[in-house]
């Protein structure tokens, strides 16, 4: 089982970025029955919580993401998303998906830039 992160760039702050994740060698009830999560990770910090999205799509947020980044999921094909607006540099970063419980090996992550 590994998830795969795609996605990210650079951009300038105010701008948007999309990160997606595969959840690979799962399968979809099991999936399913997982609360899904991004996380970031900078250098020298611990990895920080970000949005989580149940099957049903039940969200929940970091307060500093709130109301700029949504997450979604895609449970057919065991992916979430992350859609990111009015990106700031604070929220430059490595981007990585796993079950909310961190189960999963974790994967290469989508490395976000934002410049100012």
């Known amino acids: 089982v590994q998830p795969v992160e795609s996605g990210g760039g650079l951009v300038q702050a105010g701008g948007s970025l999309r990160v997606s994740c595969k959840v690979s060698?799962?399968?979809?009830?099991?999936?399913?029955?997982?609360?899904m999560a991004w996380y970031r990770q900078v250098p020298g910090k611990q990895r920080e919580f970000i949005a989580s999205?149940?099957?049903?799509?039940?969200?929940n947020y970091a307060d500093s993401v709130k109301g700029r980044f949504t997450i979604s999921r895609d449970n057919a094909n065991k992916k979430i998303h992350l859609q990111m607006n009015d990106l700031k540099p604070e929220d430059t970063g490595v981007y990585y998906c796993?079950?909310?419980?961190?189960?999963?090996?974790w994967g290469r992550g989508a490395q976000v830039t934002v410049s100012s």
């Open positions: 060698g799962v399968i979809t009830s099991v999936f399913n029955s997982q609360i």
């Open positions: 796993n079950y909310e419980t961190q189960e999963l090996p």
């Open positions: 999205a149940t099957r049903l799509s039940s969200t």
